[in-house]
């Protein structure tokens, strides 16, 4: 399918939300940034997502995180990992709080448990979440150094390191799989939580310090 009828399915398909077709609708005449947002699909990467947040297939945006995470949860599926559940934490960007949820929401829609920082953490602490938990896999929402029109979506894996061989490949191929926003799942917020399957994660990860004076680490909540 070109990219001009995929333009015109988001504009019209039920399944993206009147924001979304508001937005794309308001550049119909822009024929260049028509093509720039549908000409392909965000790539994801080694590391994960980064793109320009707004809507189309080649932006940041919940449709594009939906996707991705269902292809992550079809891998942790493949893995027998859907007890072991995933950390998932977030930063200050635009969109950050909700990229997270959305990721969360797919993840639990696939029988896949989450467990969920509920303010703004540094890649560090999801790291030590994933191992603390004992989680198999993690999600964080940033873009690093890029410019602020950027938002990102990084992996992170049992060892609390970002993905690499053969996990990296493995759900590279897992998300390309993913063509049809039919084939991605989601469900409500409160569904998920009231089931247990959203869940927060404990105060004691709030932070880990390492005291030169004592000579050891302690965790603050």
Not at 26 to 48: K, M, N, W
Not at 121 to 136: K, Y
Request: some cysteine; aromatic content about 10%.
């Amino acid at each position: 399918m070109d990219y001009g009828k995929i333009y015109e399915q988001w504009c019209s398909d039920p399944y993206f939300d009147d924001r979304t077709k508001e937005e794309l609708k308001a550049i119909a005449s822009d024929g260049a940034e028509v093509e720039d947002r549908f000409y392909r699909r965000l790539e994801f990467g080694t590391g994960g997502l980064r793109g320009v947040i707004g809507a189309g297939t080649n932006r940041m945006n919940i449709y594009t995180v939906r996707q991705a995470t269902q292809g992550l949860a079809n891998y942790i599926i493949a893995q027998n990992g859907q007890s072991k559940g995933v950390a998932i934490a977030y930063d200050s960007r635009r969109m950050s709080p909700e990229f997270a949820d959305e990721a969360a929401l797919c993840l639990n829609a696939n029988g896949i448990k989450t467990y969920c920082f509920e303010s703004l953490r540094p890649t560090p602490e999801l790291s030590f979440a994933v191992r603390e938990l004992g989680c198999i896999a993690g999600i964080v929402i940033t873009a690093s150094h890029n410019p602020r029109e950027y938002n990102g979506y990084k992996v992170y894996w049992e060892d609390g390191a970002q993905i690499t061989p053969p996990h990296d490949k493995n759900i590279l191929a897992e998300v390309a799989q993913v063509t049809e926003f039919s084939q991605v799942k989601t469900m409500d917020k409160e569904e998920a939580r009231a089931q247990g399957c959203m869940r927060r994660s404990a105060v004691r990860l709030t932070i880990c310090i390492w005291s030169s004076s004592k000579n050891k680490a302690f965790i603050r909540n």
